[in-house]
């Protein structure tokens, strides 16, 4: 029976992964609908969510969720924020936060792998990562977003400060999070 259930774990594993991803997406694509219309970039919950992925799962499944869920999307699958689909979202205004959540959530589920004790052991090296990580989105948001509206001023303006506050709080919720479920185990 033991000899059977081995030969059948790569299966398993490919299912769990399968499961990882699908959940992934949904949790991606949930939070993307909790929004405040804001011109031009809309306030979303989707950067918790996929912050909150970087440290769940590791850099390759993480990258393969969000660029599964970017696919769909480009695909014409309603899936980003207010429910929004297809190449002018993927190539639009807010293009750059959408590849900042691709390259900082792998960022982070990295750093957070490798430097695992030592952020259990000093907590608030993980907020800094965190912040620091999130602000990635920001900057990636805020170059792209200085293409269409024609002045780095006016982007930094309009698509990064008044998102601070909001990703500042984000990113706490997900370290108090993070030690509450490190404190339980």
Do not use: H
């Not at 949904?26 to 989707?46: E, G, N, W």
């Amino acid at each position: 029976m033991l000899i059977r259930l081995l030969s059948f774990s790569p299966l398993l594993w490919r299912l769990s992964l399968v499961v990882r991803l699908v959940l992934s997406f949904f949790l991606v694509f949930v939070t993307s609908q909790i929004s405040i219309p804001f011109y031009p970039v809309p306030v979303t919950a989707q950067t918790l969510s996929v912050l909150s992925l970087g440290i769940l799962l590791p850099p390759a499944e993480v990258l393969l969720a969000l660029l599964s869920w970017m696919f769909l999307g480009f695909c014409g699958l309603p899936v980003f924020a207010s429910f929004s689909a297809g190449v002018r979202v993927v190539v639009g205004p807010t293009s750059g936060y959408l590849l900042g959540m691709i390259v900082a959530a792998p960022l982070l589920s990295y750093i957070y792998r490798s430097y695992r004790l030592q952020m259990i052991k000093t907590p608030l090296l993980l907020l800094g990562v965190i912040m620091l990580v999130s602000k990635i989105i920001l900057f990636l948001g805020c170059c792209r977003l200085a293409l269409f509206l024609g002045s780095w001023g006016q982007s930094f303006w309009t698509g990064v400060m008044p998102f601070l506050p909001g990703d500042t709080l984000k990113d706490v919720i997900l370290w108090m999070a993070w030690k509450t479920y490190v404190r339980a185990r």
